[in-house]
């Protein structure tokens, strides 16, 4: 665990109502998982939007140490093949065992470009902080990730990003505060909400059931709140203060 975590505001804000699933996990448990955000807020957001139903096999892409499949299985009831490529799998199952859950979660260690699954496979595919490494070149949806979900199968994800898209030129439209991180190449993949919708229709298989931003501020808030329980050394968030960043949901269903 990192050093700079706060422990005693993550048992404070982890415990937060407006999510009531999340708040049946140890802070501590959920702090250990820490990979860039807190994924059970966001996996809780997006499976507002999904259609989950118990015994669906659901691909978890990009879990890291496996606590969204974890969620996944005991909140749904669903099998998760929880595949990512920075994650032994071997670390996962026994993460996985813990929980006994050896019947529902299957761990992968794999590249999203290399996906071992045939097509029509999956019921759903989860995809939460992950997409925006890998998904945004043109034909990763088309010829990687689409084809693995069944003909009226749902894929849902939530990426960090912004509430519109910079326009103009680039370098003399991005706000002072968040140059440091635009030259760093950490934000060159963060897209808006609206940016995420037209890169998966432009595939001409699937609609956009939801394309929206986390209500009320809740997305740049949970930013926030995340980047002070683990004290991160970039302020991304905090030197934001709302202006520009927040978590973006999609949920998308095949159609071809």
């Known amino acids: 665990m990192a050093t700079n975590v706060n422990m005693e505001l993550a048992r404070k804000l982890l415990r937060n109502e407006d999510f009531p699933r999340t708040c049946k996990y ?45 969620f996944l299985a005991k909140e749904f009831d669903v099998q998760v093949w929880a595949v990512d490529n920075a994650v032994s799998q071997t670390e996962n199952w026994e993460r996985i065992k813990q929980m006994g859950l050896e ?10 470009r290399e996906l071992p699954f045939p097509k029509d496979f999956f019921d759903a595919i989860i995809c939460v902080n992950s997409l925006f490494f890998f998904a945004t070149e043109d034909i990763y949806l088309k010829h990687h990730l689409i084809p693995r979900v069944k003909l009226g199968g749902q894929i849902g994800s939530v990426v960090p990003g912004f509430y519109t898209e910079f326009q103009g030129t680039l370098l003399d ?42 209500p009320d501020k809740e997305g740049y808030l949970t930013y926030l709140e995340w980047e002070r329980i683990i004290g991160y050394p970039e302020k991304i968030a905090q030197d934001d203060e709302g202006r520009n960043i927040t978590f973006s949901r999609l949920v998308i269903r095949r159609r071809r």
């Not at 019947?103 to 999203?112: H, V």
């Not at 190449?185 to 432009?202: G, P, Q």
Request: glycine share 6%; with cysteine.
């Open 173 to 214: 439209d991005i706000p002072a505060h968040l140059r440091q991180y635009w030259e760093s190449c950490m934000l060159y993949t963060w897209h808006s909400a609206e940016w995420w919708k037209r890169h998966w229709l432009k595939t001409e298989q699937v609609e956009v059931e939801v394309a929206d931003n986390f």
């Open 103 to 112: 019947a529902q979660i299957f761990p992968l260690r794999s590249d999203a």
């Open 26 to 70: 140890e802070p501590d448990w959920m702090v250990s998982l820490d990979m860039g955000c807190p994924t059970l807020w966001l996996l809780e957001r997006l499976c507002e939007k999904m259609d989950l139903k118990p015994g669906m096999r659901v691909l978890d892409l990009g879990c890291g140490k496996a606590g969204g499949a974890i």
